[in-house]
């Protein structure tokens, strides 16, 4: 009997020591970490907030990004900054839930500077996930948050928005039209002549394309998001995005950051990710996703962003953008498309007293995280399969199950023979 439950005790000894998860750095957690180079004080007042008993990562990232809201995070986020082409700024933001996968976004939202409060107020008082322009004015004004009287034509925080309209506002995003004035209205360029009875079209078209001339460091539009990942010590992860899109952008665009998976994703059992800069082209491929599923199949934070930003440059060489990533242990890393050259971001974790910055150059690694030379399964019966990834390190072995109940076993078998 004494010998039985000593060898239960063995038993239990052996599982404990074969399936101790292996923690990376047990003072990681909590971590928050924001995009570009105001991040320092979103970044504390979001670890503050965690810091608060009885507040979540969500009120965390919402704190976060509040704190550029209200400051206009030195740069132009925000309410009254980077007017679209009528001179109003309009505002998107998104924070989601990666204990229960809620989301709340808004689009386009206007006269309302605490876009990411009405985001939230979308997450809790409605069983939706995006509600965009008048409608979302309206759904603010119900949950009381302040409505402005008129709209915020930029005279007093965006000087250049005048500039930009006596230079027959060009350049702009818009492409394949002819402009009825020097400002528009626009029409189809392939359309007839008399099209709505219009015969003479201003001569200046919209060759300049602004997207390409404006989507670098040290332009006007340098920059205009804040992401904020928050992950607390019981891995509750959050992530909130906010921001008022681009600067003259064709009235009514919204970018990607309220889409979730584009401007921001969550998933307790992995981490999160978030993503800046040319959100119309970033949209099309859903990087935060994209990382945040890398990392599930257990690759680094840093290599996930990475491979998210490969992915697009294969289509859009030219595009600018970049990622902030961590996983639910509290690594981190980031990564940029190399027009950016550097991108900051910063980052507070458990060892930390303050919000660090940290500079990263940008490259990206030409090959995907995963070769996809050699088939991984499907493959058709007689088929030879020549692995390739004999250099994938013993870890894979390790760690298999059947390894490790072999030793399991073995050492079970030595303890019985003693
Ligand atoms: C908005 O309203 C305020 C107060 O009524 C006024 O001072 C301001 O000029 C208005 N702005 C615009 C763009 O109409
Ligand atoms: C803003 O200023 C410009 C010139 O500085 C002026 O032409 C325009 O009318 C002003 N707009 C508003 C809404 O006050
Ligand atoms: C945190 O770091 C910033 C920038 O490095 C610095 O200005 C600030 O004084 C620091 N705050 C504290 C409390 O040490
Ligand atoms: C980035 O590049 C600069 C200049 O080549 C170099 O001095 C710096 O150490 C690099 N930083 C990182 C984080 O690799």
Same mark, same amino acid.
């Given at each position: 009997?004494?010998?039985?439950?000593?060898?239960?005790?063995?038993?239990?000894?052996?599982?404990?020591?074969?399936?101790?998860?292996?923690?990376?750095?047990?003072?990681?957690?909590?971590?928050?970490?924001?995009?570009?180079?105001?991040?320092?004080?979103?970044?504390?007042?979001?670890?503050?907030?965690?810091?608060?008993p009885g507040k979540l990562p969500l009120d965390a990232v919402q704190k976060g990004c509040e704190w550029c809201e209200d400051n206009f995070c030195s740069s132009g986020v925000g309410y009254g900054y980077k007017p679209d082409e009528s001179g109003e700024s309009t505002l998107?933001?998104?924070?989601?839930?990666?204990?229960?996968?809620?989301?709340?976004?808004?689009?386009?939202?206007?006269?309302?500077?605490n876009a990411i409060g009405v985001a939230r107020a979308v997450m809790k008082h409605t069983s939706h996930t995006l509600i965009v322009g008048d409608a979302a004015t309206e759904f603010a004004k119900s949950m009381g948050f302040e409505v402005m009287p008129n709209a915020s034509?930029?005279?007093?925080?965006?000087?250049?928005?005048?500039?930009?309209?006596?230079?027959?506002?060009?350049?702009?995003?818009?492409?394949?039209?002819?402009?009825?004035?020097?400002?528009?209205?626009?029409?189809?360029?392939?359309?007839? %002549?008399?099209?709505?009875?219009?015969?003479?079209?201003?001569?200046?078209?919209?060759?300049?394309?602004?997207?390409?001339?404006?989507?670098?460091?040290?332009?006007?539009?340098?920059?205009?998001?804040?992401?904020?990942?928050?992950?607390?010590?019981?891995?509750?992860?959050?992530?909130?995005?906010?921001?008022?899109?681009?600067?003259?952008?064709?009235?009514?665009?919204?970018?990607?950051?309220?889409?979730?998976?584009?401007?921001?994703?969550?998933?307790?059992?992995?981490?999160?990710?978030?993503?800046?800069?040319?959100?119309?082209?970033?949209?099309?491929?859903?990087?935060?996703?994209?990382?945040?599923?890398?990392?599930?199949?257990?690759? %680094?934070?840093?290599?996930?962003?990475?491979?998210?930003?490969?992915?697009?440059?294969?289509?859009?060489?030219?595009?600018?953008?970049?990622?902030?990533?961590?996983?639910?242990?509290?690594?981190?890393?980031?990564?940029?498309?190399?027009?950016?050259?550097?991108?900051?971001?910063?980052?507070?974790?458990?060892?930390?007293?303050?919000?660090?910055?940290?500079?990263?150059?940008?490259?990206?690694?030409?090959?995907?995280?995963?070769?996809?030379?050699?088939?991984?399964?499907?493959?058709?019966?007689?088929?030879?399969?020549?692995?390739?990834?004999?250099?994938?390190?013993?870890?894979?072995?390790?760690?298999?199950?059947?390894?490790?109940?072999?030793?399991?076993?073995?050492?079970?078998?030595v303890y019985c023979f003693k």
């Amino acid at each position: 009997m004494f010998n039985a439950m000593l060898q239960m005790d063995l038993v239990y000894v052996l599982l404990a020591f074969v399936w101790t998860p292996r923690v990376a750095n047990a003072d990681s957690l909590p971590i928050v970490i924001t995009t570009w180079y105001f991040g320092l004080n979103p970044t504390n007042t979001a670890w503050d907030e965690l810091q608060t008993p009885g507040k979540l990562p969500l009120d965390a990232v919402q704190k976060g990004c509040e704190w550029c809201e209200d400051n206009f995070c030195s740069s132009g986020v925000g309410y009254g900054y980077k007017p679209d082409e009528s001179g109003e700024s309009t505002l998107d933001a998104l924070v989601m839930d990666g204990k229960t996968h809620d989301v709340g976004a808004v689009g386009g939202l206007r006269r309302v500077q605490n876009a990411i409060g009405v985001a939230r107020a979308v997450m809790k008082h409605t069983s939706h996930t995006l509600i965009v322009g008048d409608a979302a004015t309206e759904f603010a004004k119900s949950m009381g948050f302040e409505v402005m009287p008129n709209a915020s034509l930029s005279n007093t925080s965006d000087n250049t928005y005048w500039t930009w309209r006596q230079n027959d506002c060009q350049p702009n995003f818009r492409k394949n039209v002819k402009p009825a004035g020097k400002c528009g209205p626009y029409y189809p360029a392939d359309q007839p %002549s008399d099209f709505n009875r219009r015969t003479s079209f201003n001569k200046r078209d919209t060759r300049e394309d602004a997207s390409k001339i404006w989507d670098v460091p040290g332009s006007p539009s340098d920059h205009d998001t804040i992401c904020v990942i928050a992950i607390g010590a019981n891995k509750d992860a959050a992530v909130g995005v906010t921001t008022n899109g681009l600067r003259f952008k064709v009235p009514g665009r919204v970018g990607d950051s309220p889409i979730p998976g584009a401007g921001g994703y969550v998933d307790n059992e992995v981490g999160g990710a978030a993503a800046t800069g040319n959100g119309d082209i970033m949209m099309r491929f859903l990087p935060s996703y994209h990382a945040v599923e890398l990392m599930r199949h257990g690759v %680094s934070p840093e290599r996930a962003g990475q491979d998210a930003i490969r992915r697009i440059l294969k289509h859009y060489p030219d595009f600018n953008g970049a990622m902030i990533v961590v996983n639910n242990k509290g690594e981190y890393g980031a990564a940029c498309s190399p027009g950016y050259k550097t991108f900051p971001y910063f980052v507070r974790t458990g060892d930390m007293t303050n919000a660090t910055r940290v500079d990263i150059n940008c490259t990206i690694p030409d090959e995907p995280v995963f070769p996809t030379t050699t088939p991984v399964s499907n493959t058709p019966a007689g088929t030879t399969v020549t692995s390739s990834a004999t250099s994938t390190s013993y870890r894979h072995v390790l760690c298999s199950k059947t390894f490790q109940w072999a030793i399991l076993v073995i050492l079970g078998g030595v303890y019985c023979f003693k």
